[in-house]
């Protein structure tokens, strides 16, 4: 069985995108038995463009990329996540659902990519994704099957303070 993990932000339409295609990205390139998710408190209901432009530029699949609420992921039936990550301040600050299983937490907050000015998104977009990417990286070579909740917890800090 696969170690799920949500990552969530306000609308998913860009950074936590962004990160699920990292995640899943690199689990693959690793031969990792990961799954990420992404999710929003309020979804937009769209994936930015740029968003998928600069993950389909860096050799991600995006097919079956959408724009969802965290709800999904509260439901019964939704996988168990072990740990769930916040990549925008808004998302963080909002009060989050239980979230079964009581995953580790932690907030790696990012810019905004999408409030650049039009002439510099693209390149705001590219320079989000390489800064997650580097953070997913490092998250799918930990050893997530042998890590204790406070040792994951502890690693997870590490890896937003690099």
Same mark, same amino acid.
């Given at each position: 069985m696969p170690t799920h993990i949500l990552i969530l932000c306000t609308h998913n339409s860009a950074r936590s995108?962004?990160?699920?295609?990292?995640? %899943?990205?690199?689990?693959? *390139?690793?031969?990792k038995r990961l799954q990420a998710h992404s999710a929003g408190s309020t979804p937009s209901g769209r994936v930015n463009p740029h968003a998928l432009e600069v993950l389909a530029q860096a050799g991600v699949d995006t097919s079956g990329f959408r724009?969802?609420?965290w709800d999904e992921f509260v439901r019964p039936?939704?996988?168990?996540?072990?740990v769930v990550i916040t990549v925008c301040d808004q998302a963080a600050a909002e009060p989050c659902p239980?979230?079964?299983?009581?995953?580790v937490q932690v907030h790696w907050g990012y810019a905004d990519p999408s409030k650049a000015p039009e002439d510099q *998104? *693209?390149?705001?977009?590219e320079l989000t994704r390489q800064a997650i990417g580097y953070?997913?990286? %490092?998250?799918? %070579?930990?050893?997530?099957?042998?890590?204790?909740?406070?040792?994951? *917890?502890?690693?997870? %800090?590490t890896i937003e303070k690099s």
């Open positions: 995108v962004l990160a699920e295609g990292m995640l %899943q990205h690199w689990a693959a *390139r690793l031969g724009s969802k609420t039936d939704a996988p168990p996540m072990r239980y979230w079964p299983g009581s995953p *998104r *693209r390149a705001a977009f953070r997913m990286l %490092q998250l799918a %070579q930990l050893p997530l099957d042998t890590m204790n909740d406070s040792e994951l *917890r502890l690693a997870l %800090q």
